[in-house]
């Protein structure tokens, strides 16, 4: 019914950027919080940053300053640009969306398949 796709991902040397894309298709009636959360091996997913249907945004602390996430509403896709990379960022990143589909009176929350950023010399 709905699919996340995820792109953007790849390795970058630190200090480096890299732009990450996530774009929501199916029967979509509206989506209102949309976010990234990532996770290395062995540890729980984190979350990262989200924004919601206004525009509010939020964010780790461990990336406040560095990361920024936006929307482009009529895509229906979330993005998250990353900036001043730290070998610490290193992880599969995966985008969240909360939508609600056509015929349906409550949101859901739907997971992107993962995209990996490796951030090394």
């Known amino acids: 019914q709905v699919q996340l796709v995820e792109t953007g991902g790849g390795l970058v040397q630190p200090g480096g950027s890299l732009r990450l894309s996530c774009a929501a298709s199916?029967?979509?009636?509206?989506?209102?919080?949309m976010g990234w959360y990532r996770q290395t091996p062995g540890q729980q997913r984190e979350w990262v940053a989200d924004i919601d249907s206004g525009g509010t945004k939020n964010y780790a602390d461990s990336v406040k300053g560095r990361f920024t996430i936006s929307r482009d509403n009529s895509k229906n896709t979330v993005y998250l640009q990353m900036n001043k990379l730290k070998p610490e960022d290193t992880a599969v990143y995966f985008c969240?969306?909360?939508?609600?589909?056509?015929?349906?009176?409550?949101?859901?929350?739907?997971w992107g398949q993962g995209t990996q950023v490796t951030v090394s010399l």
């Open positions: 969240n969306t909360d939508i609600r589909l056509h015929g349906s009176s409550s949101y859901t929350v739907y």
């Open positions: 199916g029967s979509i009636f509206s989506v209102y919080a």
